[in-house]
Every structure is written in structure tokens, then in C-alpha cells.
């Protein structure tokens, strides 16, 4: 990571709560991270870890009520996300933040045609007339690799399959040149062998475009093929965020080092017993004043029960930079 | 599960299962999905066939008509030596105990109106005549032995997690004390530390209960680590069949070879070596490509893929290949049905 340069976006202390009839879930507690300009920055975690709600809460993509963000600043270069009114907001979706959401059925419109889904982005933001928003949407369709890009505008979503319409849904996130794009689980719905087609694109476009990309996905294993750096969430809470090889090779919380033992591996050993991390994952219904993993963690001691442990930093250096982690047990030295 | 025994429980042959597609304003018959098209396998007596695939291969319509949760269009499908093809309704009622199924949406396959112990105790009161305080005790064994707490008889599934909820579909499985159980995808729903607690269950159950396993999955590397051996489908077809490790060590298919590349291994070095990249998509199995099903995208096709339809056959010792390239390695023991080479389209015209 270059230091100095200015992150092109900045989350301090986020929080997200759901007020629902059965009291309030706190999904989202002091989420702080940022993202440098043209960096792919993971983030894992199992459903219901608060993955997916920190990155609708930063650009208002959360119905509220039940939504109410509490606390934190998002900065996008110099604006405040959370400060802004709806209507600059809507300028800003679209145009400097780009979306691609998990299934690519039920994010398409299927009344109209692809062409008019790309193009409305350009007009809306760019202020381009419909030649030259086709031409540009034509490029798009290119980019994304879909063949017979001119005669495809005129299609609908159903005409293309699942790993097509991805690319779509791509090529309509990048179409206003996005300083960041969140994919929200992009690869999910699709096969492996489509999978590996879009994560290919994905690497194909960084080199070309050089935006800064969130991904969000359960699967370590994408994770480890495209990620520069990676955020593990847990409970609505960051608990370990590394350098992807740092992560792999050295990770840190109880909770990182579980689920990267749970997998089994397509190469190499194997093993006899799938090793287990047991019980479920917590519904947050209060801000935490202890480790939400210590029910399910065998290195739990007293103060796990008393105190929410905070992001500290691995072998120096400041949070939120290099490797860091928020448990109170230190790996070093014992035997796991 | 490693002293083998050589028992065929389950003994499918040139199974087809098409779905017919009526067109125009007659609902004329114009065409089939070809979903299973001439597959033919065995499954030994306690071990886990695993059978990968992508979306759209077939794989679950294979579980499927193996119990025949659909009628298979052709083929025979023997367990324990009666044909479930052909076996009138009567029959089959009495033939269920020994095959059940676990599905893979536990929300789905839950009534939500009826208690845990409702839904154990159903397939007791349809195949046996116990009383009450029976079919209960036997529900509350099952729930030990999957680890379900007793005092959860009560609740409906809606109370229940995920992982829960598929412990309950394995109970209700296990009911009956069956010999061989299809999962249909029984993990691709949970979470991944969820996950791995149901496999460690499906295979404790195993070797408790000397079970026979068909596993379909398209995660596979849970495949690799439950399976004994795996079947490679592709658009309705088995692309390769070999013992586990000679797979995983060495696939021999295109397909496979194309699919195992394709998975993402957590680990960052492993992870981004080059892999093979297909190109486009699989075809409609409406209209499958004339000659090998996968001459579309493979990279190694020749003119004769193109052509004719390969057969499964064994290449080595144990492991059998549908593919060309591999026709030189004599033969051993052809599999697949004597198939006469003419091949039909869509529209059943000779071409």
C-alpha cells in the first residue's frame, strides 16, 4: 500500500441497527476500513456476518426503517456519504460507485431490453444522447467480452444465460468509469467454469480500468485468487483484516484459522475428518461487550467473556494497514 | 470404507430420463430435454459415489429417477436386484424403506405445519403399524443420532437454523433404516462452518449404519473428501468415472480436467497458477451437439468428436472415460450399450 495517497474511500466506525419487532439487531458495529485507489479488497464472511449490510449501508442502499445507521463517516475522496442528501446521493450511485449484485436474474429489469439498461446510467449521469450512449454501451458489451456486441443491445435479459448476464450486470456497473465498484457476490450463482471465466475478466478489467474494487463473497477460495487484501467479518464485526498471503499463511483469529481449516482442499492431503467449528453464528441484538466468536472458540478465557476485544495490530505497525486482528489470544508461541 | 466389498447395491444401465417439450397450438410433441441420456453406473454395497457436475448436467435428475421420483424414459435401474423402473406401485411402496433422500433446500423440503417429530414419524405410520409410544421413541433415537435435542420434538421448522433444519431431512431419511440414501446437494445451502458439521454426520452415519451413499455435489473438493469414487457428468452424460484419488491426482477427461482446474483453492499461490479457461457456455440439452456433448468447448476436439458420440468405457484399471483421445488404451469391458451409430436430432430425423 502506498502511504500518503489518499484512500479513495474511508469508513470510520460504522454502525448499522434493524429495529424489528422482536428488538433491534445490530448488524453492522464500528466498521472501520478503507480502500486505496485501484486495490481489490476481500471481504469474507458467513451470511448473517454483516458483509453485505456494511457495503449497502455506505451508499444508502438499505430501506429505512428498519435501517438506521447510527454512527460513522464514509468518505468518498472528500464527501461524507452519510451527510449528503438522496438526491446527491443518486448522483454519486452509478456514476463513482458501481454495483454488481449476486444474481443476475432478479438484478436485471425484464421489460427491457439490454441496451436500454446499459444506457440509462449514461444518460442519467453522463449526460450522453442516445447515439452516442449506444456507441459507448457497444464499447461496454465489448469490454465484458460478449460477441456481437451491437446486435445483443436489443435482447433481453432472459435471451442471455447466467455467466452472460453477469457480464452485464458488469459492463452496466463500469459504465460511468466508477472510482470503486462493490460486487456483491458476483460469482456465486454461477459454475465453477463461468466462475472462472468472470474472475478472469475481473483480473483483465483491473489492468485495463484501474478501478478499486469490494469483493464480497463466502468462498475463500475466490478470495485467494483475486484479492490484494482481504477483511474477515464475524458477527458484524471486522476480526481479522491481512494481506491476502499474509491471511493464508499466517492467520490470525480463532475464526479465520477454523475456516480455513473447515475446507477441504481439491490437492494435497487428505484428511480423515472434516475439523468443525461448532454451534452458529450469533444474532447481535445488543452492542457488544464481549467477542462474539467466544461460544464457538476454543481459545476463550476470561476477559474473551468481559471485554469485546478491538483491532489490534499483528507484529506492529498501525490498524487498519497491514495485518490486524481483534481477539485477545495471541497465537504466538502455542500450539494450535 | 476401505476394504471394499465388490456387492453392486445399485446397478444403473443406458438410464434416460427426457422431458418431452409440446410446441405449437396441437401441443404437438416436438422434441425432448435430453436431461439424462444414456448413463450407466454401479454402487457398491457401503460406499459414496460421488457425482459432480455443473447446473443443468443432469445429476439431480439421475438421484431423482433413481428412486424414481420421476419414470425414467428408458433404461433399468436395479437395487438390491429388483428393477425400479419397471416396479409396479405396489411394489415400489414396499421397496421405499430401503432408498430415501436427503434434499438439498431443508426449508423447502419441510412442511412447515408440522412438528419435528410429525415429520420423522411420517414414514414410520405410511410403512409400519407401530403405536405410538414406539413410532416416538424411534423418533427420539433418530434425533440422538443425528444430534438433535430431545426437548426440540416439539417445534415446528421454522425454529430451527439451516444446519438444523438438513439434520432433520437426514433423520427423516434414516427413519426407516434404509440401505441406500441419495443427498441431493445436502450442503450447497449452508454455510460453510455449517457445512462441514453435516458431512462429518453423513459419514459417521456411514460407518454406523453401513450405508450406501449417492452424493451429488458441484462442490468438489466436499466431493473429494466423501466420496470413494466419482462420476463427472456433463450435459447428461458421465464424462469420466474413477476412484477419487486417480481422479483428483490425475482427471483424464477434458471436462474434468477443465472443471477441477477451475476451482478456486484457498491459497493464494495455488490459487492464481494458470488454469484452462472454457470457453462460452453448456449447451441446451434440448438440443445437445451432434457427436461427443462436449465437443463445443473442449480444447483437445478433433473432427471426430464432431461426429460421433464417445462411450464410456474403461481405460485403466477401474477408471472409464467417454472421450476419443483415450479409444487407443484398449477397452477392457465396454460399459455403455452397443449404440448404433446413427445419431438423432431434436426433431428424432436421422441425420
Known sequence: MPDGAMPVLDVKGLKTVFRTRGGEVHAVNSVSFHLERGELLGVVGESGSGKSVTMMSLIGLLPSPPAEIREGQVLLGTTDLLKISDADLRDIRGARVGFVFQDPMTSLNPVFNIGFQIMEPLRRHMGLDKPQARARAIELLELVGIPDAANRLNNYPHQFSGGMRQRVMIAIALACDPDVL?????????????????????????????????????????????????????????????????????????????????????????????????????????????????????????????????????????????????????PEGKDV | MFDQPVNNLVEVSDLKMYFPIYTGIFRRHTGDVKAVDGVSFNIREGETLGLVGESGCGKSTVGRALLRLYEPTAGSVMISGENIATLDSEALRKKRPTMQMVFQDPQASLNPRMTLADIISEPLIEHTDWPVERRLERVLELMDAVGLNRRFANRFPHEFSGGQRQRIGIARALALNPKFIVCDEPIAALDVSIQAQVVNLLEDLQTRLGLTYLFISHDLSMV?????????????????????????????????????SAVNEPDPNRARRERIILQGDVPSPANPPKGCNFCTRCPKAFARCHQEKPELVEVEPGRQVACFLYEDKKPAVSIGRPEAKTEHNQQGETL
Open chain 2, 224 to 260: 473429494r473428501h466423501i466420496a470413494d469414487r466419482v462420476a463427472v457428468m456433463y450435459l447428461g452424460r458421465i464424462a469420466e468415472l474413477s476412484p477419487r484419488d486417480e481422479l483428483f491426482a490425475k482427471p483424464l477427461h477434458p471436462y474434468a480436467e477443465a472443471l477441477l
Open chain 1, 182 to 330: 462493490i460486487a456483491d457476490e458476483p460469482t456465486t450463482a454461477l459454475d465453477v467454469t463461468i466462475q472462472a471465466q468472470i474472475l478472469e475478466l475481473v483480473k483483465d478489467l483491473r489492468q485495463k480500468l484501474g478501478m478499486a474494487i469490494i469483493w464480497i463473497t463466502h468462498d475463500l477460495g475466490v478470495i485467494a485468487a483475486i484479492a490484494d487484501r482481504v477483511m474477515v467479518m464475524y458477527g458484524g464485526q471486522i476480526v481479522e483484516q491481512a494481506p491476502v498471503k499474509d491471511l493464508f499463511a499466517n492467520p490470525q483469529h480463532p475464526y479465520t484459522r477454523a475456516l480455513l481449516k473447515t475446507i477441504p482442499s481439491i490437492s494435497g492431503k487428505r484428511e480423515a475428518r472434516l475439523q468443525v467449528i461448532e454451534g452458529q453464528p450469533p444474532i447481535i441484538s445488543a452492542a457488544p461487550s464481549a467477542c462474539s466468536f467466544r461460544a464457538r472458540c476454543g481459545h476463550a478465557f476470561q476477559l474473551c467473556q468481559a471485554e469485546n476485544p478491538l483491532r489490534r495490530a499483528v507484529g506492529g505497525g498501525a490498524v487498519d494497514q497491514g495485518h490486524d486482528v481483534a481477539c485477545h489470544w495471541t
